[in-house]
């Protein structure tokens, strides 16, 4: 792949992160610009991410993307100038461009050479545009045929029509400039005042980290944020330097804007890779900026030559600090630090900030964090456990105090540092829930369906290693509720429904977990239908489907090989589906139930631990081993009198509450000799996962604590009713049960009766 002279690997890396973000954003904003009233805020973020990820690939020489976002861009422009309107043609072209963007990106990232017809695209950008102006307050159009849209138009005019484009927008930046010298001359032979402009200037210095790889990336982010605060007068280097990589680490701008100094500072900051970021405005002079330079206030006036003319970067005033002032006397103008000491130390903060407030880490380096500190949640639990056990064994003293101490501190310490580092692999579910709404847009115009698709909780936080792992199984989720629960417009209308469908993703926390819940007003689901099929495929037996209850038989859907779909497409009726979610949710010691009602609707409710690493868990003994059960499928410990326990068709039961709740002796499911009932009463430890309650017999309880989770299965494969072991404070092993299977093994002895 051809790309720019001196392109690293390291710059390409920075690139394809900065394209990961534009592309993103540019999606998410596409599928509201189709759905939502038309804002001139959303069309002026399009068209920033747009130019953005233009100028980018253009340093990086990316010809094929740098072509099509530039023709991406001039629709956008045309969008938010008002003379162009939005079509379904228009949105199509521009989600198959974005498709092919995302392709080229990954190509590079691969290494491979990219076979993308870029000029085909433009061709078609050009075409939709064409026809939007004709129809430019018509609404939205159905999708057009493809090869319509592709063959309308030639390579040849695609190019001169971006030509043009690019000619007109070189003749408004000329009459600009011309207007500007108009003002700028409006007073021959007179200094004029800043105020002379609707807005007051602001001069903004920049420097970049030296160690960022591709300067002109950061440059061109800073040019264009600063672009949407004000307008730029000037800036050193000039946007075609930029756009051509001819870029230092250094950076001026002089803004016409509103906005405060602290406002700028802050907004610039918020760019990665920037060491120092300095803002001067008239404030800053304390000056009124009035036509009177013998002002007492020690500022002065900006001529028109020092507008139009800024320093050279070699200058004092390119070395990163703000503008200083002299009225005209020999004494020294106060510089921006001693009017900020007098002003207070708010004022000291807001500029020559020299430091950025975020560092980039890799994800690798997290991870081994994460590692150290699970190793030290294990050696706090030993410490404290030894210093009992030398309080216990010798007389008080001060040696056992100043243990006791030690062993209070580092474990408060390590506690503290356990949260830290949980804070920062801590990312919003957005990250995985921004990739929905697209998906979602493309299978319900697929389908022919109307599907309003909303989204709440996505500022959610959880342990990045769960993001990676709760994409597939909500995917599933969201292609069942739009393919197999929405129903088609006419059906809906038929049965008194809305025409438009609605579909609800939704997260939030609960306690230490996070509950993600996909919801839709669809057809819902029908147990008897659902039995039906279990029957039919052979899942189970006429006699056992009979039995179930109503829960029991939605539960089914679960089950391996059944789908109550009447035909196989790419979205529903393999029976993988459901089956494959319920697995991988379980794998991450997560929980689903299904809430349905014919003909009104279903929800899915996912419950999934804040992390994978560390847990809090319920310590239990049975026949002299130790088990941990997950605090979060805990319900309640109960001692009931044996006599209380009822056995119904094989299987012991306990009645609790309005429930019958069936009774698994872990002595039993894991062959160790149990300990003899405490006056004849059994302790049970109630577990819940999804809907399902279970009570586990156990010998003794044995606190609370966090653990560490070491998998088995790398080692010993799967083992049925663990999930994993753990090592405690006196260094004994802990096995962790896996609750979900636990309380499917009730359910299928219960079933084969």
């Not at 909500?474 to 006419?490: D, F, K, S």
């Not at 609960?510 to 039906?532: F, M, T």
């Not at 279970?694 to 999930?723: F, P």
Request: negative net charge.
């Amino acid at each position: 792949m051809d790309l720019s002279p001196g392109i690293s690997a390291e710059d390409i890396q920075v690139f394809l992160e900065e394209a990961d973000e534009q592309i993103q954003l540019l999606e998410d904003d596409l599928v509201r610009l189709e759905q939502e009233d038309v804002s001139d805020e959303l069309l002026q973020e399009i068209f920033r991410a747009a130019h953005t990820l233009k100028g980018s690939s253009a340093t990086l020489g990316h010809r094929k993307m740098a072509e099509l976002t530039h023709a991406m861009e001039n629709a956008f422009d045309r969008l938010r100038k008002g003379t162009l309107g939005v079509s379904g043609a228009l949105m199509d072209v521009l989600f198959e461009a974005l498709d092919a963007l995302t392709e080229m990106k990954e190509d590079l990232r691969s290494g491979s050479d990219t076979d993308i017809d870029v000029s085909a695209l433009v061709s078609a950008i050009t075409d939709a545009l064409d026809e939007g102006q004709e129809q430019q307050s018509s609404p939205v159009s159905p999708r057009r045929d493809e090869q319509t849209r592709r063959s309308a138009e030639t390579p040849e005019r695609a190019f001169a029509a971006n030509q043009a484009a690019a000619a007109q927008e070189t003749a408004a930046a000329e009459q600009a400039a011309a207007a500007q010298d108009a003002a700028a001359q409006k007073a021959p032979g007179r200094s004029f005042a800043t105020s002379d402009f609707e807005e007051p200037i602001a001069h903004v210095t920049i420097k970049i980290d030296p160690d960022c790889p591709m300067p002109a990336v950061r440059a061109f982010q800073i040019v264009d944020l600063l672009a949407t605060l004000g307008e730029i007068i000037e800036s050193v280097p000039s946007l075609d330097e930029i756009e051509a990589g001819n870029v230092d680490y250094d950076l001026e701008a002089w803004v016409r804007t509103d906005k405060s100094g602290q406002e700028l500072e802050e907004s610039v900051q918020q760019i990665a890779d920037l060491v120092k970021v300095s803002v001067a405005t008239e404030s800053d002079s304390s000056s009124d900026l009035s036509s009177d330079s013998g002002s007492d206030s020690g500022g002065r006036t900006l001529t028109a030559e020092e507008v139009e003319a800024p320093p050279e970067p070699g200058d004092d005033i390119g070395e990163g600090k703000p503008v200083e002032s002299n009225a005209g006397g020999d004494a020294p103008a106060a510089s921006s630090a001693d009017r900020a000491s007098r002003n207070g130390a708010a004022q000291t903060k807001k500029r020559g900030s020299t430091f950025s407030t975020t560092v980039r880490v890799d994800v690798a380096r997290l991870d081994t964090l994460m590692n150290l500190v699970a190793e030290l949640v294990i050696d706090r639990a030993h410490l404290a456990q030894i210093a009992k056990d030398v309080e216990n064994r010798y007389d008080r003293s001060d040696i056992t105090e100043a243990l006791d101490r030690t062993a209070l501190n580092v474990g408060r310490a390590t506690s503290e540092l356990q949260d830290e580092i949980m804070k920062i692999r801590m990312l919003p579910i957005d990250n995985v829930f921004r990739k929905f709404p697209r998906m979602v847009r493309d299978l319900s115009q697929e389908l022919g369906k109307d599907v309003n698709f909303v989204i709440e909780g996505q500022d959610t936080e959880l342990d990045r290693s769960v993001i990676e792992e709760i994409g597939d199984p909500l995917i599933h989720l969201l292609r069942n509720a739009v393919g197999h629960g929405i129903e088609p417009p006419e059906e809906r209308l038929k049965a008194g429904k809305p025409r438009q469908g609605m579909v609800r993703l939704k997260a939030y926390h609960q306690e230490n977990s996070i509950v993600i819940e996909v919801e839709d007003d669809g057809r819902g689901i029908d147990p008897e239908k659902v039995k039906a099929k279990a029957v039919e495929k052979g899942i189970i037996s006429s006699d056992a489907a009979a039995r179930l209850t109503e829960r029991e038989a939605i539960n089914l859907i679960f089950a391996s090989g059944l789908s109550t779909a009447a035909t196989v497409d790419g979205i529903s009726g393999r029976g993988v589906g459901m089956d494959i979610v319920r697995t991988n949710i379980e794998r991450l010691n997560g929980s689903i139930f299904v809430d349905t009602r014919k003909g009104l609707g279903t929800r899915f409710v996912v419950k999934m631990p804040l992390t994978l690493a560390i847990i809090r868990a319920q310590l239990v003994s049975v026949g002299g081993r130790i088990y941990a059960i997950p605090i979060g499928s805990v319900q309640i410990n109960l001692r009931e009198p044996e006599s209380s326990i009822r056995t119904v068709r094989g299987q012991e039961t306990y009645v609790y509450g309005d429930r019958v709740l069936p009774i698994i002796r872990l002595s039993n499911v894991f062959g160790v000799r149990t300990e003899s009932a405490n006056d004849g009463l059994l302790l049970i430890v109630v577990v819940q996962s999804g809907n399902e309650q279970v009570g586990l017999v156990v010998d003794k309880l044995m606190g609370q604590q966090e653990i560490v989770i070491k998998n088995l299965s790398g080692v010993l494969g799967d083992i049925h009713g663990l999930s994993g072991v753990t090592i405690l404070g006196d260094g004994r092993l802990a096995l962790i049960l896996d609750i979900p299977s636990l309380i499917r093994s009730v359910s299928t002895h219960e079933y084969a009766v």
